[in-house]
């Protein structure tokens, strides 16, 4: 089993690889969906999330009202860094689970963890390589202006909130770049895959 932690910025392009990589024959752990699982109703992240933010995030239908609970997060300095202590933990967890559950049935498969915090949230022990989708910060700035409809300044906001380009490279054991064409994007991604099984011997 050969294990791909594939990250990027907001607007990189790691899902789009990340459908690439599945065509291609990976199996794919989705960390936004693990993200979502780790609070769900019935779990130690829900009651750890609930505790920490307030019984008036839960909605009528026993989930966490994402209207409610969005505004929250941000109402207090420190309100992202103390759910991130929550969740990220419950997400390793539930990836090297779904990793222990592929492997059991393929121990020859690779793996692509798709997490945007990859980095930040310090898995990449998890990984046998980390892969980074990179993108000039004019194009990223671009894309989403034109994804969410933001102006320059709510756009280029957004990524600084994040590690830069810069910092995630160093810690690149593969750099797929993201700054042309759709179908120069799926190229690289094929070049990075064909890379890799020439690497493990697949």
């Not at 860094?81 to 990220?88: D, F, G, H, R, T």
């Not at 990836?95 to 990449?124: F, G, H, P, T, Y």
Request: glycine residues 8%; aromatic residues 6%.
């Amino acid at each position: 089993m050969t294990v791909i932690g594939l990250t990027g910025g907001i607007a990189s392009g790691k899902s789009l690889a990340s459908e690439h990589f599945d065509e291609l024959g990976a199996q794919i752990i989705n960390g936004d969906l693990l993200g979502h699982a780790s609070y769900a109703p019935g779990t130690r992240g829900f009651d750890k999330v609930v505790a920490e933010f307030g019984d008036d995030i839960v909605g009528g239908n026993g989930e966490i009202d994402r209207a409610v609970f969005g505004p929250r997060i941000f109402a207090s300095p420190d309100g992202l860094e103390k759910l991130n202590s929550i969740v990220w933990p419950e997400i390793r967890l539930l990836a090297e689970a779904e990793m222990s559950r592929i492997k059991a049935e393929d121990n020859d498969v690779v793996i692509v963890l798709e997490a945007a915090v990859l980095i930040e949230a310090d898995w990449q022990d998890l990984c046998d390589e980390v892969w980074v989708v990179s993108v000039p910060i004019d194009i990223t700035r671009a894309r989403l202006m034109e994804r969410n409809n933001l102006d320059e300044e709510s756009a280029q906001a957004r990524i600084e909130s994040q590690m830069s380009m810069e910092e995630r490279e160093e810690f690149a054991d593969v750099v797929i770049r993201n700054d042309s064409s759709v179908a120069e994007f799926n190229n690289r991604v094929e070049e990075a895959w064909i890379s890799l099984l020439d690497r493990v011997g697949a």
